[in-house]
């Protein structure tokens, strides 16, 4: 199982921009499809944004299409979230995830492997 942890989280203005990142231990990075997850208070967790193993394809959720980009280093065993025009209903706990299966288009449920989350909260 790859470890993963998040960073880059904070307080934010609305119109603002964040980068997460994600950085996963262990070699075997590559052989993982990669993807952030978002929990905002009260809400199920729901995925927002995905990239396959080499980083040639990308999903979006439509809540995030056009303002969030999701890319990788694989050199460097990280995944990043960056995250633009951010609104009040951006704010959640961001999750990042590993799918050892590379399902593509990503599936929610088959992601096994998760980080310990980090907060983003956007006031208006």
């Known amino acids: 199982q790859v470890q993963l942890v998040e960073s880059g989280g904070g307080l934010v203005q609305a119109g603002g921009s964040l980068r997460l990142s994600c950085a996963a231990s262990g070699r075997t990075f590559m052989s993982y499809n990669m993807g952030w997850f978002r929990q905002a208070p009260g809400k199920e967790r729901e995925l927002i944004a995905g990239?396959?193993?080499?980083?040639?394809?990308?999903y979006y959720a439509d809540s995030v299409k056009g303002r969030f980009t999701i890319s990788r280093d694989n050199a460097k065993n990280t995944v990043y979230l960056q995250i633009n025009s951010l609104k009040p209903e951006d704010t959640a706990v961001y999750y990042c995830a590993a799918d050892r299966n590379r399902s593509w288009p990503p599936i929610a449920s088959l992601f096994g492997s998760w980080g310990q989350g980090t907060q983003v909260t956007v006031s208006s």
């Open positions: 990239i396959t193993w080499g980083g040639s394809s990308k």
